[in-house]
């Protein structure tokens, strides 16, 4: 019956993908949806953005293991970018009509910010895109029983994802996301009511957790603790405002004004909701200690649905796992389109800049089916927790990406030497940090990078415009020269030429 429900699922989420496909008729469509979306349908897909693996399986495993203090990168840093990036794509950047965040960078700097930023932003969405395929496969094992393994569910999650968001695009998207947060909603208060009845209620399990120090959130050593946290809190907060998926969401509002609302309250209603598979998780340590502390100690990830699959109803498991379902696909769906569209449109277009509309839409959709067999290999590789692929994800476009962004649109001098530096400087500071020292680092590598990026804006930006000074002196060089070979063409015909 399990089986037969989350079949019967996915086959309705397919078509409903389909359907919205019919509304898909150029590129602007795929990307933002026609910038057409009410009040609801973007509160819901900007909350979709982060309500994915790393909320039903990462956060709730992270925080029974090691309490609010270790997810402070998520829900705390996560919820506030989802804020923050709403107020800052609302007020500046949707009155451009732009489709990615490449063409801000193109329209404030020039190309070569575009390509390289736009490199950063695709190559984040590695790790970000595997945890929601990871999860897909675990979630696949666990309802058939190990029929499925982990592998082959992967491989069926990308196909299934695949096959709606390549027709669909930001349309797809968003429908889903509508649909499907309503029942991940549903579904996660259902499965809390049933698991505070087993606990004895949910003032039991808060009391549970604050007496075993899981409430603790505020680092209690010394400051090299203090710098890990606030690393954790930026990556996440700071790192992951320039991305795509969070810009297309805001941006795919039928008006600024909704834009902002609706990315207020995305980011408020997850962080709230965040806390209830953190508490169905840690319930489970009270309904059986033995199995599920030993679950947390061998593969935390499994101490949700191991709790479902074996201490509730065949009716609350079906409901539980089309939530779960809904979570990730529409987390994932989204986070596939935001580098397709990305690379289509900053770095093919650039390669061939003649394209039409029409062929700019099939090249998004190719890249998208290539970009999903990528990952999906990352995802059959890696060996990091669906948390930490998350939390990793950000690193690059913090060190490399956020400070252009933030510098373009607020302060009038940041210049395309300015930028320039700051990519160079904050990414290959933090790969040199990362390689070398790695984790023995006294201070954490991506807030180097973030340092550095930020001294590369400033000094790059202040310092003479060598960049536009030799392009200027090349076009200057370069009008004399003909003027100069006009006059001497001319010059018997006209002696008094000036």
């Not at 990462?58 to 970018?81: E, H, I, N, R, Y």
């Not at 996660?188 to 604050?210: D, K, P, Q």
């Not at 004004?257 to 709230?272: D, K, M, N, P, W």
């Not at 790695?438 to 590369?456: E, F, H, K, N």
Request: include cysteine; charge should be neutral; proline fraction near 3%.
């Amino acid at each position: 019956m399990l089986i037969w429900f989350v079949v019967i699922y996915l086959l309705a989420s397919i078509g409903i993908g389909l359907y919205a496909a019919t509304r898909v008729h150029n590129a602007k469509d795929f990307a933002v949806a026609g910038r057409s979306l009410p009040l609801p349908v973007v509160t819901a897909t900007v909350f979709a953005t982060w309500f994915g693996a790393e909320a039903v399986f990462g956060v709730s495993a992270t925080f029974v293991k090691d309490g609010l203090g270790g997810v402070v990168a998520d829900p705390f840093g996560a919820s506030l970018c989802l804020v923050i990036a709403g107020i800052f794509y609302g007020t500046k950047l949707y009155k451009l009509n732009v489709m990615t965040l490449g063409d801000f960078f193109r329209m404030r700097y020039n190309r070569t910010v575009e390509i390289l930023t736009t490199l950063c932003i695709v190559v984040s969405y590695l790790g970000w895109v595997s945890a929601q395929i990871k999860a897909l496969g675990l979630v696949f094992n666990i309802v058939t029983d190990g029929a499925i393994s982990q592998e082959a569910g992967m491989v069926l999650g990308t196909a299934i994802v695949l096959t709606y968001t390549t027709f669909g695009g930001m349309f797809s998207v968003a429908i889903l996301d509508f649909v499907q947060m309503g029942v991940a909603m549903g579904g996660m208060l259902f499965i809390g009511y049933l698991v505070s009845g087993m606990t004895g209620g949910v003032e039991t399990v808060i009391n549970h957790a604050s007496a075993a120090g899981k409430l603790d959130f505020w680092p209690t050593g010394t400051w090299v603790e203090w710098l890990a946290f606030l690393a954790a809190w930026m990556t996440m907060m700071l790192g992951s405002i320039p991305q795509q998926d969070v810009f297309q969401r805001v941006t795919s509002a039928k008006s600024a004004r909704v834009a902002i609302y609706a990315s207020i309250l995305g980011g408020t209603i997850y962080f709230c909701f965040t806390f209830v598979p953190m508490f169905i998780a840690y319930s489970a340590t009270l309904i059986d200690p033995a199995l599920f502390n030993g679950l947390i100690e061998t593969d935390s990830q499994r101490v949700l649905p191991t709790l479902v699959m074996q201490h509730t109803p065949i009716f609350a498991q079906a409901i539980f796992f089309g939530a779960v379902l809904a979570a990730i696909m529409s987390c994932s769906s989204a986070t596939l389109l935001a580098p397709s569209v990305s690379f289509s449109e900053n770095i093919l277009r650039n390669i061939y800049p003649e394209v039409n509309d029409r062929t700019l839409l099939r090249m998004m959709r190719i890249t998208m089916v290539c970009f999903g067999a990528i990952v999906l290999t990352f995802a059959l590789t890696s060996q990091s927790s669906i948390f930490k692929m998350v939390e990793n994800a950000y690193k690059i476009t913090l060190a490399g990406a956020f400070v252009p962004l933030f510098f373009g649109a607020y302060w009038k001098r940041a210049s395309t030497q300015g930028a320039l530096m700051a990519i160079f400087g904050g990414v290959g500071a933090w790969l040199l940090v990362e390689l070398l020292i790695g984790d023995a680092s006294l201070v954490p590598p991506q807030l180097i990078g973030l340092a550095v990026s930020l001294l590369g804006m400033i000094a790059g930006s202040l310092l003479p415009q060598w960049v536009g000074k030799a392009t200027l002196h090349e076009d200057l060089h370069h009008v004399l020269h003909h003027r100069a070979a006009a006059e001497t063409h001319h010059a018997p015909d006209h002696p008094h030429r000036h």
